[in-house]
Nanobody, 123 residues
C-alpha cells in the first residue's frame, strides 16, 4: 500500500518562508507526476504547482516567482519552497502523486493523496 506524508507546515508571518515535504512510502515501481494542491477555508482545492518525472514544472499564476517545486526521486520526496508568503497562501496543502505499481504482470498508475499539512500566514 502506498502512503504519502506531508510535513513542514506551520504558522508564519507574511513575507517569511516555509518548505513543505511530501514523502512516499510503500511498494511501488516509480512515481510519475507529482503536485501540490491547497484548499483555503470555504474554497475549492486548487493546484498550486506540478512537476513531471522529467522535472518539467508548472505553477499557478498566484504563486509564480515565489514558490518552487522540486523532487528527489532517490528519497521518494517532493518539496515546495514557499517564499514571500502572503495571507492568501493560507490553507491546507496536499500532495498528490501518480504512483506506478503492478501485480501479476499488469502495470498501472493510480493517484494518491497525502493527508494535508496546514499553512497559516499572518498579516
Amino acid at each position: 500500500q502506498v502512503q504519502l506524508v506531508e510535513s513542514g507546515g506551520g504558522l508564519v508571518q507574511a513575507g517569511r518562508s516555509l518548505r513543505l515535504s511530501c514523502t512516499a512510502s510503500g511498494s511501488f515501481f516509480s512515481i510519475n507526476g507529482m503536485g501540490w494542491h491547497r484548499q483555503a477555508p470555504g474554497k475549492q482545492r486548487e493546484l498550486v504547482a506540478f512537476i513531471t518525472n522529467k522535472l518539467a514544472t508548472s505553477y499557478a499564476d498566484s504563486v509564480k516567482g515565489r514558490f518552487t517545486i522540486s523532487r528527489d526521486d532517490a528519497k521518494n520526496t517532493m518539496y515546495l519552497q514557499m517564499n514571500s508568503l502572503k495571507p492568501e497562501d493560507t490553507g491546507v496543502y496536499f500532495c498528490r502523486a501518480g504512483v506506478v505499481t503492478g501485480t501479476e504482470g499488469l502495470v498501472y498508475e493510480s493517484d494518491h493523496w497525502g493527508q494535508g499539512t496546514q499553512v497559516t500566514v499572518s498579516s
